[in-house]
């Protein structure tokens, strides 16, 4: 199998966790072309094929840690996508969203990947945890305390 | 078992949180993402390489049709300069990855090398010079990713190394950060770890015995709701909590935001994500205890979306640079002069200062300006190698500076050149590779025994120059396997006493810089297989074993679905 086959179904979860990281389009756009290039560098490196999501899926959190935290980057930016919401007719139901949406603006980086993983990829936890540099047993924990901080944001208990 | 089904609205918000645009997945294929950073960090903008130049010329074209329909000033003509010296061919290309060049005016000075590209973790060294790089040491050798340094005076250094998670499943280790500190011109370096558990924010480090961080904390139960802010003076080995700084309280209701300082004392916070007042500056100048907001400058001919580059110079400067444009400010971003063209035909780039009456600006095709009055007017200073564009820049005096200049090609790292007139001719200083080799270097009565040949083919067509000139040649010595020009002949050498040694390719991949054969193949693109020829036979083995004997043809094979490479 070649590169681009194996790496094209995991493209759509690499810019999901990147953006949920970052934030923005460009940004996410950005660290997922940069993880593309390194992991194809890489690739030898990788033993067992089967485990490429999660090991790309690492590759890409680094990317977005790293290139939020790198002390050379002396640049700042400001992504505008970040209101794009601006629009949006205020039913009940978006209103709702607007809420988690909110919530989920108020966690760290490192939860709001958490929960997307989890919750959005449906990765399982031992995949959660590869990807995110931790044991099973952490990822679990992550996850719910995650899961705790939203409900808090929230200001509400939410069913699960 | 995942039941990501029992919380619908979560997942629901969650992907429409982060829904990708149309056609994402071809930008990520084809090349580099849209509106990248004014200044990225110089590994990135080698792997950018063509489409970053087509973007750039297209950018250009944009941005002069933009500034006429927006009215901007044209620029004011700078008086005409001496035309800047050629510095030169390029050096050779390469993978290297440099970083975080600090100098001081006697020469001495570091770099970090990273032998895997970020955000990968590998080994890393510390190289150090006492001759402005005519020689060099590697010192402190470990793993890592992203690292940072500083140095100060005696011999002094600090180096911030970022902790990123490595391995996968039951082998995956989690993120540790650790500072290394040394007294003695990197003789002896003592490992400190981070003041405290957490989520680090920024490290600023200011010299070779003082930083700033920043550290994410939860007060309760719910989400990270505080930075602490720690400081140290003694080289990491001890830590003062300077205070916490209330996120909501502060900054509003974003949480995410970038922050640098320039000194440290002077910070700057910009919040990007879920703000929902208009966009604005937090800076500090007491360390990060306290803070001040002030709105965003509007920066003319702005692109609506795009964002401003924000640079933070020395003792609370700060600059924006738009679209042909730069403001600048010397009071931490309180207050900020009219819009100050950029010289003619720029549109963008990166400012650097040393002082208020040295700032400098860099340009994506390798050009340097230089201010005497903080942007007002601009001199054309000099130029980088053809084929070459800025990374990190640092001057120690008006005239001497250095640069991790990047390769505008495809999958290339950087080399280090410095400066003695200002920016106007560059030389390569880069240290010699510490990529470990057998292959001998120097020592007399080595003589060429034999050609071989090593080229890249895309779809059954040889690709050019893919070997550069010079590999195998340093400043300090000539390894036995060298490339005279980019033909892809590679000359080997034995000694009288090495008779009957036989080379391998791996052999000359080491002595390149360059890992392994696919990272020959350049572009990503859409190749999908690379396969390697022996002699027009193909090689089944690890292509490191390869002999290189005389005569020996290598071809690497790159393969693309659609035709193209």
């Known amino acids: 199998m070649g590169f681009e086959e ?155 | 078992m995942n039941d990501g089904t029992s919380w619908p609205e979560l997942r629901r918000v969650l992907l429409e949180e982060t829904q990708p645009a149309p056609g994402f997945e071809q930008r990520i294929l084809s090349g580099p993402g849209a509106a990248p950073a004014a200044r990225r960090s110089s590994w990135a903008i080698a792997a950018a390489a063509a489409a970053l130049t087509i973007l750039i010329v297209v950018t250009l074209l944009l941005a002069g049709r933009a500034l006429q329909r927006t009215g901007v000033p044209a620029a004011t003509p700078t008086p005409p300069a001496a035309s800047p010296a050629a510095s030169g061919p390029p050096p050779a290309l390469s993978t290297r990855s440099l970083s975080s060049p600090t100098f ?106 003082e930083a700033w961080l920043t550290m994410e904390v939860a007060t309760g139960s719910g989400p990270p709701d505080q930075w602490v802010i720690y400081h140290t003076a003694d080289g990491a080995r001890t830590w003062q909590r300077l205070g916490t700084v209330d996120l909501a309280a502060t900054f509003g209701a974003s949480n995410v935001g970038f922050s640098r300082s320039s000194n ?119 130029t980088l190698p053809k084929g070459m564009t800025f990374g990190s820049l640092a001057f120690s005096s008006p005239t001497v500076g250095w640069t991790t200049a990047s390769y505008l090609r495809p999958n290339t790292g950087n080399a280090l050149l410095a400066t003695t007139d200002g920016g106007r001719t560059w030389r390569s200083v880069t240290p010699p590779h510490p990529y470990a080799t057998t292959v001998p270097c120097g020592g007399a009565g080595a003589t060429v025994t034999a050609h071989a040949h090593l080229g890249v083919s895309y779809d059954g067509r040889e690709r050019q120059a893919t070997v550069p000139a010079g590999v195998g040649v340093t400043d300090g010595c000539r390894y036995r396997l060298t490339t005279a020009d980019t033909s892809g002949t590679i000359d080997v050498a034995t000694a009288p006493a090495e008779r009957g040694r036989v080379y391998t390719l791996g052999d000359f991949l080491d002595v390149w810089g360059v890992p392994d054969v696919a990272s020959m193949a350049g572009a990503f693109g859409s190749a999908t297989r690379v396969t390697v020829l022996v002699d027009g036979r193909p090689y089944s083995g690890d292509p490191r074993t390869i002999p290189l004997r005389n005569g020996t043809r290598v071809v690497v094979q790159v393969t693309a679905p659609t035709g193209g490479g």
Not at chain 2, 178 to 202: C, E, L, V
Not at chain 2, 285 to 294: E, I, K, M
Not at chain 2, 360 to 375: H, I, P
């Open chain 1, 6 to 160: 194996l790496l094209q179904p995991h493209l759509e979860p690499a810019f999901r966790l990147a953006r949920a990281m970052l934030g923005g389009h460009a940004d996410a756009e950005d660290a997922v072309q940069e993880s593309v290039t390194l992991a194809w560098r890489k690739l030898r490196q990788l033993r067992d094929p089967g485990a490429f999501r999660p090991w790309f899926l690492a590759i890409v959190a680094n990317r977005c840690r790293a290139s939020r935290r790198s002390a050379w980057w002396s640049v700042l930016r400001v992504d505008h996508s970040a209101v794009e919401l601006d629009g949006v007719q205020p039913d009940d139901d978006v209103v709702g969203r607007l809420d988690l949406r909110g919530a989920l603006r108020r966690l760290g980086r490192e939860d709001r990947a958490a929960l997307l993983l989890f919750y959005a990829l449906d990765l399982p936890v031992e995949e959660v945890a590869a990807a995110l540099g931790v044991s099973a047993s952490a990822a679990k924990a992550r996850i719910h305390r995650a899961a705790g901080r939203l409900r808090t944001a929230m200001g509400e208990e939410v069913r699960r």
């Open chain 2, 104 to 209: 001081d005016p006697s020469g001495a000075g570091w770099v970090i090398e990273l032998d895997q590209q970020p955000p990968l973790v590998g080994g890393m060294a510390v190289m150090h010079t006492v001759d402005a790089g005519a020689h060099w040491t590697s010192q402190l050798e470990v793993s890592g990713g992203y690292a940072d340094l500083r140095s100060g005076p005696a011999g002094q250094a600090l180096v911030h190394v970022m902790g990123l998670s490595t391995g996968v499943g039951a082998a995956a280790r989690p993120a540790q950060d650790s500072f290394y500190s040394t007294g003695d011109g990197g003789a002896h370096w003592q490992r400190y770890p981070p003041p405290a558990a957490g989520i680090i924010q920024t490290v600023q480090i200011q010299d070779g015995r």
């Open chain 2, 264 to 382: 440290g004392r002077y910070g700057v916070f910009i919040p990007l994500i879920g703000s929902a007042t208009p966009t604005r500056l937090y800076t500090t100048s007491d360390g990060g205890v306290h803070w001040q907001g002030a709105p965003m400058p509007a920066v003319p001919g702005q692109v609506p979306g795009a964002a401003p580059a924000v640079f933070a110079l020395a003792e609370g400067h700060l600059a924006i640079v738009g679209q042909g444009v730069l403001l600048a400010s010397d009071d931490g971003g309180q207050h900020w002069s009219a819009p100050r063209p950029l010289p003619p035909s720029v549109t963008g780039g990166g400012v650097e200062g040393l002082d208020s009456g040295h700032w400098w600006l860099t340009t994506r095709d390798g050009r340097l300006f230089s201010s005497a009055d903080e942007g007002g007017t601009w001199t054309a200073a000099g």
